[in-house]
């Protein structure tokens, strides 16, 4: 009987909501990666963060929080719902956003020469300020929604305690890398746009004789408030991840507690 081949590589972070979106921009390559997980994490983690995680994993189930008060059954839920919540109150932020939801409105009748003209003259700051100021608002509410998440683990085994202090090492280890790569993203978005749209001119400039001048021309900020919302939410769900990973491990354990 033939045995399953496995790939050496780990998969691959295109499984991410937020490297689809910007893949399908052409901003960041869709392949698989030619390092491996631990090849790529070793340049995110430096030695400091080595020694740390080393001693957490070397201490032993409980050993980060031997005092850990029990915690109530209701935990998860309570956790998860808080989740939920911040969930939401942050995509509803980014849905409701008014200047994404300007560009997202259909624009009036334009002629075609001030429909080249204006793509030259989106202002594209303003969408990066808007972008950067969900960026802080989610790294808040979920930086602090994971720190909770943390401290309800503490509190309900040794297994998870050591879970949490796990959490602590790596959120520490991994954030100012995240918080880099992530502010490059509406750097990213706008220089694709303005390339785009600088396409665009040209090309309206360049059929302009053959077009009816009063004809109406699609506005070149038309995609790109739905674009940054759809970013945006992907992002949400990255930042997400670890919280629904604590969240995940600490259900099962809770609830199998005994009463």
Not at 159 to 165: E, K, P, Y
Request: net charge neutral; glycine share 4%; aromatic share 4%.
């Amino acid at each position: 009987m033939a045995q399953r081949q496995f790939s050496p590589q780990p998969p691959h972070f295109s499984s991410s909501p937020l490297v689809r979106q910007l893949a399908s921009l052409d901003i960041v390559p869709a392949g698989e990666p030619t390092q491996t997980f631990a090849e790529r994490l070793s340049h995110w983690v430096a030695w400091t963060d080595a020694i740390a995680l080393s001693q957490v994993l070397a201490d032993g189930p409980g050993a980060a929080h031997p005092a850990a008060a029990p915690s109530s059954a209701s935990a998860p839920r309570t956790l998860r719902a808080q989740c939920a919540r911040v969930r939401k109150d942050l995509a509803d932020a980014i849905a409701g956003d008014a200047l994404l939801r300007e560009a997202a409105e259909p624009p009036p009748p334009v002629a075609t020469g001030a429909a080249a003209a204006g793509v030259a003259k989106i202002d594209y700051s303003a969408y990066r300020r808007q972008y950067r100021a969900h960026q802080h608002t989610m790294e808040d509410r979920i930086g602090s929604l994971r720190a909770a998440v943390r401290k309800a683990l503490a509190g309900l085994s040794p297994a998870l305690a050591r879970l949490a202090a796990l959490d602590a090492v790596f959120d520490r280890a991994l954030s100012p890398q995240l918080r880099r790569q992530l502010e490059q993203v509406p750097l990213m978005l706008e220089k694709t746009f303005q390339a785009r749209h600088k396409a665009a001119a040209a090309t309206l400039s360049d059929q302009e004789a053959d077009l009816n001048p009063t004809a109406p021309q699609p506005h070149p900020a038309d995609a790109v408030g739905p674009t940054l919302q759809r970013v945006l939410l992907a992002e949400l769900e990255l930042r997400l991840q670890p919280v629904q990973g604590l969240i995940d491990a600490l259900g099962p354990e809770a609830e199998a507690r005994p009463a």
